[in-house]
């Protein structure tokens, strides 16, 4: 366990080092913003969805190796903007998890976040802000019966700010989160989960201005084992 713990700490010193000299904290090889593997547009939604629904159908009636476990979950982090730099966001989530099967889960949580923006000519009024969201995630393991498994998770739902977030874009967004990560079990079956990548607010172009927000960053989630 340590050695992945100190794996992680090298890995997130690296990932400040980098960010401090491009403004930004870096994207994933391969999960750019610009491309269909990252959930930032409506066609990758309709895909990530359309998986979770297969991979559920899947379980439900042709493997049938269902685990059905529920758990409580909780997670927090935060994220930077991606490109510039100037914003950076804060989330943290509760929720229920229901583990499908070794190999796929989905959840649903309740999600809050809080911003700062450092954009140039804002007045201060506009460089805090908070907001409240409701999510649903959908996570698909490598190795889900071993005791420590890659893992890549999709996340979405809505979100609604008190202030507009950008601050030129709309109080109404949709919340996507894309993410890489390991998940380690505890011997009490709950679970602690490490994860990276891109997080993205976009109201679609369904009403107002949408500048969107991308931003890069990381996650610490905890499952609990319902009894």
């Given at each position: 366990m340590k050695?992945?713990?100190?794996?992680?700490?090298?890995?997130?010193?690296?990932?400040?080092?980098?960010?401090?000299?491009?403004n930004d904290w870096p994207h994933?090889?391969?999960f750019d913003p610009t491309l269909h593997t990252t959930l930032t547009n409506r066609s990758t939604l309709?895909?990530?969805l359309g998986l979770a629904a297969l991979s559920y159908s899947l379980e439900e009636f042709v493997f049938k190796n269902h685990e059905n476990i529920n758990f409580y979950s909780a997670r927090a982090g935060m994220n930077n903007e991606y490109?510039?730099?100037?914003?950076?966001v804060w989330h943290q989530n509760i929720g229920i998890e229901h583990r499908v099967a070794s190999w796929f889960s989905v959840s649903a949580e309740f999600n809050i976040q809080e911003w700062q923006d450092k954009t140039p000519l804002i007045n201060g009024n506009q460089k805090f802000?908070?907001?409240?969201?409701?999510?649903?995630?959908?996570?698909?393991?490598?190795?889900?019966k071993k005791k420590i498994s890659p893992f890549i998770e999709y996340g979405t739902g809505i979100f609604t700010g008190?202030?507009?977030?950008?601050?030129?874009?709309t109080n109404f967004t949709f919340n996507n989160s894309t993410l890489l990560g390991l998940e380690y079990t505890l011997i009490n079956n709950s679970k602690i989960r490490l994860s990276y990548g891109n997080f993205n607010q976009t109201n679609y172009n369904l009403s107002g201005s949408n500048p969107a927000y991308n931003g890069n960053g990381f996650s610490i989630g905890y499952s609990l084992k319902m009894k």
């Open positions: 050695k992945y713990i100190l794996f992680t700490l090298l890995l997130l010193v690296a990932f400040n080092t980098n960010s401090q000299s491009k994933i090889p391969g309709i895909g990530v490109a510039f730099g100037l914003k950076n802000g908070l907001g409240v969201g409701l999510m649903t995630y959908y996570r698909w393991y490598l190795f889900g008190f202030k507009k977030f950008p601050y030129n874009g």
